[in-house]
T-cell receptor, first 114, second 114 residues
Framework: KQEVTQIPAALSVPEGENLVLNCSFT??????LQWFRQDPGKGLTSLLL?????REQTSGRLNASLDKSSGRSTLYIAASQPGDSATYLC?????????????FGKGTKLTVNP | ETGVTQTPRHLVMGMTNKKSLKCEQH?????MYWYKQSAKKPLELMFV???????ENNSVPSRFSPECPNSSHLFLHLHTLQPEDSALYLC?????????????FGQGTRLTVV
């Protein structure tokens, strides 16, 4: 059974810092990995999608890497801002039980202090 | 605007009530999902519909009944719920098959069972 782990569970940093969020998964047979952002009480916003054949994706101040063989992904946020405060979720897409599904980690709650 | 719309945004219902959650996607995707998000737990997949056929029922109690009348609409019918069913219910859509796209989520329905 696929398990996804995110470390740390919570992170508090001063504005302007560069930071790294970690995601690990137990089964490397994935189609892709997706990073999401969730604000309190809201839905999920897709940030970056990395296909299983790719090593990284970039969008603005965000950079996500994928090492499928070791079961790891990182989300790098450059020059953090208070508006980046949210919970960041990692999810892997795989076939399980005959259907494709996203398996999520518990998330990392990020607070960026002004 | 994420392309996935959920209604209502908030719902309070008694344990003897019957209500329905609605989800609509305008992205041309062929798969739709219901997820449950409870406090301090990872997102839990409830149901998957692919090409309007239910392909996953993740051991969900029968008091939750999904319906997918076409590829753009998904419902979750609720009856005789329990207080522990209070949670954020999220709908998502994606393209399954040869090409695996990003999953897009709605803003969720915050359900409170009293």
């Amino acid at each position: 059974k696929q398990e996804v782990t995110q470390i740390p569970a919570a992170l508090s940093v001063p504005e302007g810092e560069n930071l790294v969020l970690n995601c690990s998964f137990t089964d490397s047979a994935i189609y892709n990995l997706q990073w999401f952002r969730q604000d309190p009480g809201k839905g999920l916003t897709s940030l970056l999608l990395i296909q299983s054949s790719q090593r990284e994706q970039t969008s603005g101040r965000l950079n996500a890497s994928l090492d499928k063989s070791s079961g790891r992904s990182t989300l790098y946020i450059a020059a953090s801002q208070p508006g980046d405060s949210a919970t960041y979720l990692c999810a892997v897409l795989r076939t399980q039980g005959g259907s494709e599904k996203l398996v999520f980690g518990k998330g990392t709650k990020l607070t960026v202090n002004p | 605007e994420t392309g996935v719309t959920q209604t209502p945004r908030h719902l309070v219902m008694g344990m003897t009530n019957k209500k329905s959650l609605k989800c609509e996607q305008h992205l041309g995707h062929n798969a739709m999902y219901w997820y449950k998000q409870s406090a301090k737990k990872p997102l839990e997949l409830m149901f998957v519909y692919s090409l309007e056929e239910r392909v996953e029922n993740n051991s969900v109690p029968s008091r939750f009944s999904p319906e997918c009348p076409n590829s753009s609409h998904l419902f979750l019918h609720l009856h005789t719920l329990q207080p522990e069913d209070s949670a954020l219910y999220l709908c998502a859509s994606s393209q399954q098959g040869r090409v695996h796209t990003e999953a897009f989520f709605g803003q969720g329905t915050r359900l409170t069972v009293v």
